[in-house]
């Protein structure tokens, strides 16, 4: 018998998720959701021409995920839902899924909003379902290999993340195209990000603190930087555990002192008020611009990962390195940013789905068994090498 998945938001991410899962996690029925009808048709050809033996049934809905009455009348008999729709709306979709009776997941990336789905937790255990924030690739994946390597330690210490969608090679004003949503990179590139330092929970401003960081072929030397809810909730769950614990996004030289001028400039605010009282909006405009120029439907992407975890096991110093590397498949048409947010969240449902996941509302770090789910990443085409130095 296999498990009823919906999907909200049947755009790049959505359609990769769903196709993980009718390859990987046990489908009988995957419902994709979406404002636009002509996006779900298209996700639902692509994955009967990628999947031609699936043995699992597709339908594509017309939803709105602003509206909580749509959202309840998609989700009634699913099994688990997988949200690829923007973060703002994921606390309301918690909330139908817990009425629904179903196990949620969804892409997480503001940790605000991961919070208001905590407070949900009660009733998820009360209904008998999970739900999981943050489950794509940053926070996501890195959240659970930093967990799987404390794990593997007597006396853990200390845990570093560094990870970025790119393009291959350097192009452009920025050195960069557009992986994901506007909305997404700009809700990075603001505020602060919280980490641990000497225990303690502290927060940073984003797009400081910029190193060098060197990764092999095709990368080579890189730089990362201070950015918002890669790791979310990491240093809270972690504090008490961790001496340090932080997150920065990698980059190719020069992106961030660009970036950082922008902001100086005011490029990213919603509006400016000049001096003769003339009132502009650049956010707007910038996001056409980027939305355009970044695009690059021809430069195929990247995605680096790599999680450093530092401490004492069989009382000796040890430290364990996961590394990934992954490319646009030329096969499937999956971007790299694509496969790395989309599947580990599926992997995630297929878990919910199997019952391998405690009901309640609990952070990704904590609520996902990391031994199994790291076992079964491979199953799932993402390839992490470990190295280990004593």
Request: contains cysteine.
């Amino acid at each position: 018998m296999g498990f009823n998945y919906v999907v909200l938001g049947a755009g790049r991410q959505g359609v990769a998720a769903a196709y993980d899962l009718a390859k990987n996690g046990q489908a009988d029925r995957i419902t994709l959701a979406d404002l636009d009808s002509e996006i779900t048709r298209q996700a639902i050809l692509r994955l009967e021409t990628l999947l031609p033996k699936a043995s699992c049934q597709y339908a594509g809905v017309i939803c709105d995920a602003s509206k909580p009455a749509e959202v309840a009348m998609t989700i009634t008999g699913a099994d688990v839902i997988i949200s690829a729709v923007p973060f703002r709306f994921n606390a309301t979709v918690t909330e139908a899924a817990i009425a629904a009776q179903a196990s949620f997941c969804d892409l997480g990336g503001n940790t605000q909003v991961v919070q208001q789905q905590f407070k949900r937790h009660e009733r998820a255990a009360a209904a008998d379902v999970s739900i999981v924030p943050d489950c794509g690739l940053a926070p996501g994946l890195g959240n659970i290999l930093a967990a799987h390597g404390i794990a593997e330690m007597d006396e853990p210490q200390e845990v570093h993340i560094r990870c970025g969608g790119l393009p291959e090679k350097p192009i452009g004003p920025l050195g960069y195209k557009l992986v994901f949503n506007f909305d997404g990179l700009i809700n990075e590139y603001s505020g602060h990000g919280q980490f641990l330092r000497d225990g303690q929970r502290i927060d940073i401003p984003t797009l400081t603190e910029v190193e060098a960081i060197e990764f092999p072929a095709p990368l080579g030397r890189c730089e990362a930087a201070v950015t918002s809810g890669g790791i979310s909730t990491c240093a809270e769950t972690f504090e008490g555990r961790l001496e340090s614990c932080d997150y920065k996004t990698v980059r190719y030289p020069g992106h961030f002192a660009a970036i950082r001028a922008m902001f100086e400039l005011g490029c990213f605010d919603e509006h400016v008020i000049l001096p003769d009282g003339t009132t502009l909006e650049p956010r707007a405009l910038l996001r056409q611009l980027l939305e355009y120029r970044l695009a690059l439907p021809e430069v195929r992407d990247l995605v680096v990962l790599r999680c450093t975890v530092s401490g004492r096991h069989n009382g000796q110093r040890c430290t364990r390195r996961y590394d990934l590397l992954d490319r646009h498949d030329e096969q499937t048409g999956f971007s790299a940013m694509e496969r790395m947010t989309a599947f580990p969240a599926a992997l995630v449902a297929y878990m919910q789905a199997r019952g391998l996941i405690e009901p309640g509302a609990r952070p990704l770090e904590v609520a996902i068994p990391a031994r199994q789910y790291f076992d079964e990443l491979g199953r799932h085409d993402v390839h992490v090498e470990v190295t280990t130095e004593v």
